[in-house]
């Protein structure tokens, strides 16, 4: 357990399996990342994020998916940012526009008041980075995916640390990526917040990727997962976030594994599918 001792605190876990509770919203704005991962731990249980929000139910990475998955009870929401042609955070999966919105074309090309503009479903639009996290301050943890794979976006980290430091929310979010230079940049800058890299497959050396990124979450997908890697990276002093979980498969793997969290695009099923895993 000196894992948890080096990352997250002295505090010892209950059980070390995860037990059935309620998801604690503590509404408190000094809650940091690390105190919900901290806390979480304690529970025997892992944290449930909402991918892009409550997708299942509602437009991706919308104010109104993000409301969704913090009304079902989710410890994180996840959302994905690029940057408009003037430079604004907007929150959108792709580089490009034809996929969830009635725009055309890349995101880059675009300002952010024509972006806005376009509709992201159900009369939705794509919501500012600046909005996304004054809705989670207080309710819920955000990470916040960068997006600077296969287009770069040069300036994006410093843009998105300042706007960070001054919302006040450093410690209330993380940021995670699939281009690991980016990682590494953001520690620089910016020591206090927690990084995460994301990773497809599954690599010879989780720990020593995860490390050499100075980054603090080993971020794959549910499936490149297995109990030597979450013992590694634990080892490591780091913690497993994984990713999408969204049907029984994706769960039993997880109670196998055990990572730390665990993202969803159907928050409202999956959590209450985990839930009932703790218990049984």
């Not at 990342?33 to 025997?44: F, L, P, Q, V």
């Not at 996290?133 to 300042?162: M, R, T």
């Not at 969204?246 to 109670?255: G, H, K, L």
């Amino acid at each position: 357990m000196e894992v948890w001792e080096r990352k997250f605190g002295s505090r010892r876990p209950q059980s070390p399996e995860w037990l059935p509770c309620a998801v604690r919203l503590t509404g408190a704005l000094t809650q940091s990342i690390r105190d919900r991962y901290e806390d979480a731990h304690d529970e025997g249980r892992p944290l449930i994020g909402g991918h892009r929000g409550n997708p299942a139910q509602h437009p991706e990475n919308t104010l109104r998916s993000f409301s969704s998955a913090i009304a079902a009870g989710c410890d994180l929401i996840e959302c994905d940012v690029h940057l408009s042609s003037d430079s604004r955070l907007i929150v959108i999966h792709d580089h490009t526009l034809d996929r969830t919105t009635n725009g055309r074309g890349l995101v880059r090309d675009h300002t952010a008041a024509e972006l806005r503009r376009f509709d992201a479903g159900q009369g939705e639009h794509l919501p500012l980075l600046q909005e996304v996290i004054e809705l989670a301050l207080g309710k819920v943890g955000l990470v916040i995916e960068i997006k600077q794979i296969p287009i770069q976006y040069p300036g994006l980290e410093e843009k998105l640390v300042a706007m960070l430091r001054q919302l006040g929310a450093v410690q209330e979010c993380a940021v995670v990526s699939f281009y690991h230079p980016s990682l590494k940049i953001l520690r620089a800058m910016e020591p206090k917040l927690q990084l995460g890299l994301l990773e497809g497959a599954r690599p010879i050396e989780p720990a020593r990727m995860m490390r050499e990124a100075g980054a603090d979450v080993y971020s794959p997908h549910w499936g490149a997962m297995d109990p030597p890697l979450v013992k590694e990276v634990h080892a490591a002093g780091g913690a497993v976030a994984v990713w999408p979980v969204d049907d029984e498969t994706a769960v039993a793997w997880c109670r196998l594994c055990k990572p730390d969290s665990i993202f969803t695009n159907r928050p409202v099923e999956i959590g209450a599918a985990l839930r009932a895993t703790a218990a049984s």
